[in-house]
């Protein structure tokens, strides 16, 4: 007896409404929990494939248009839903409507050329592209760093490279399709005689039929696969950008290869450091007396410290640059500059001598000649 399916709303514990951000925060909790990496329980692997097969779907406008609309009977075989969302089928031409093909006619209401899906290639079919996404600290994106990532997807069988036949002998034709993987079907209504184009149901769609099974997977075609992969993260990487993993994805159809899967990077915010494309800022506090004087100071870069000349007379919140200390790009390796933005530190607790030398100070700085607040004093 077959299984009923769960609504897919309920797999991942929402309700019919709920955003897109709603969708990939239930599904990223509970792929975690259920991943069979991480849960050892028997029921976990089916779980999991649930939870992805719902998120697959709902994550998509159009699939989920038509689960909306139709339930699960929109993605069965043989459904007459196939991909259009069209409960009359793919094909809907009529006798009885002399040269008019009723396709044409419904495809203004159902959204596209049913006659076109009606020729569409039943070969092999790259599967669906996957994204996983990932924190690294901020040195790590700034100076690269190999990471592992648990994955599951579908390899395609090594011993029937995804046809599911024994030996190449054993892939046929199909005889009721003819390797269209489409049949036509008529039927008497009031208006006349109708053909119905469908998905063939002996070769579900393929075009192809197995005479004996591969017997390393079983006629499937695949393999579940749950390994930890190791990525490179390049020196240089921002947040959002993506690194691609061929071959990792969704499973391909009829023999065809998996799609690809793109790992995302989240960079974690540094407390010393703060980047601007490849230019890295970060501040440096001084003493006034530093600043008059001018010093030689250590500092910290992304890629280690270096000794500072600083110049005589910089002023509070001056910005002195590093040429070529800054992150370098993650295509030409250029590197950016790294800006220091000086603070200066007012000198708390003075000791009587300390305050009376600065009242000297400021004593000499207004007699100088040619001062502005000279200007100002009382004759």
Same mark, same amino acid.
């Given at each position: 007896?077959?299984?009923?399916? +769960?609504? =897919? ?18 599904? $990223? #909790?509970?792929?975690?929990? =259920? !991943?069979?990496?991480? &849960? ?21 406008? &159009?699939?989920?248009?038509? =689960? ?6 929109? %993605? ?11 409960? %009359?089928?793919?094909? %809907?031409?009529?006798?009885? %409507? ?23 290639? #039943?070969?092999? +079919? ?5 994204? =996983? ?27 029937? !490279? ?21 049949? $036509? ?29 591969? !017997? ?7 393999? +579940? ?13 921002? #947040?959002?950008?993506?690194? $691609? ?30 980047? *601007? ?5 970060? &501040?440096?506090?001084? #003493? ?9 100071? *250590? ?38 500059? !790294? ?9 708390? &607790? ?14 000499? *700085? *207004? ?13």
């Amino acid at each position: 007896m077959a299984t009923t399916k +769960r609504d =897919y709303y309920e797999v991942l514990g929402l309700k019919k409404g709920a955003s897109k951000d709603e969708i990939t925060k239930a599904y $990223r #909790s509970l792929a975690k929990k =259920y !991943h069979p990496d991480i &849960n050892k329980s028997p029921d976990a692997p089916q779980k999991f494939e649930e939870i992805q097969e719902a998120y697959d779907v709902l994550k998509d406008d &159009n699939k989920r248009a038509q =689960y909306d609309r139709f339930g699960h009977a929109a %993605f069965e075989q043989g459904s007459g839903m196939g991909g259009g969302g069209n409960p %009359f089928g793919n094909g %809907f031409a009529s006798g009885g %409507f002399g040269d008019v093909d009723l396709g044409d006619i419904f495809s203004s209401f159902f959204g596209g050329g049913m006659g076109g899906r009606r020729r569409a290639s #039943s070969g092999p +079919r790259k599967g669906e592209d996957t994204l =996983y996404r990932v924190k690294v600290s901020f040195m790590d994106a700034v100076n690269g760093k190999k990471i592992t990532i648990p994955v599951t997807y579908d390899e395609p069988c090594s011993h029937c !490279h995804g046809t599911g036949a024994e030996s190449p002998s054993d892939l046929q034709t199909c005889p009721d399709c003819g390797g269209t993987g489409r049949v $036509r079907t008529r039927q008497q209504t009031i208006f006349g005689v109708m053909e119905q184009e469908t998905t063939c149901p002996r070769c579900h769609g393929t075009g192809k039929t197995v005479r004996t099974a591969c !017997h390393a997977c079983g006629g499937a075609g695949y393999t +579940r696969v749950h390994k930890d992969l190791e990525v490179q993260i390049p020196a240089g990487i921002a #947040s959002g950008q993506q690194i $691609r993993v061929q071959g990792r994805g969704g499973r391909g159809s009829g023999g065809g290869p998996n799609g690809d899967l793109y790992v995302e990077v989240s960079v974690e915010p540094s407390a010393e450091f703060t980047r *601007e494309g490849n230019d890295v800022h970060s &501040n440096i506090e001084l #003493s006034f007396v530093d600043c008059a004087l001018g010093c030689s100071r *250590e500092v910290n870069t992304v890629y280690g410290p270096v000794e500072v000349a600083i110049p005589e007379g910089t002023a509070p919140d001056q910005v002195l640059k590093l040429r070529g200390k800054g992150i370098k790009d993650l295509r030409s390796g250029k590197p950016g500059d !790294h800006y220091l933005h000086v603070k200066v530190k007012t000198p708390t &607790n003075l000791t009587a001598k300390q305050k009376q030398l600065l009242r000297d100070f400021q004593a000499e *700085e *207004e007699a100088k000649p040619g001062k502005w607040w000279g200007r100002f004093k009382k004759s």
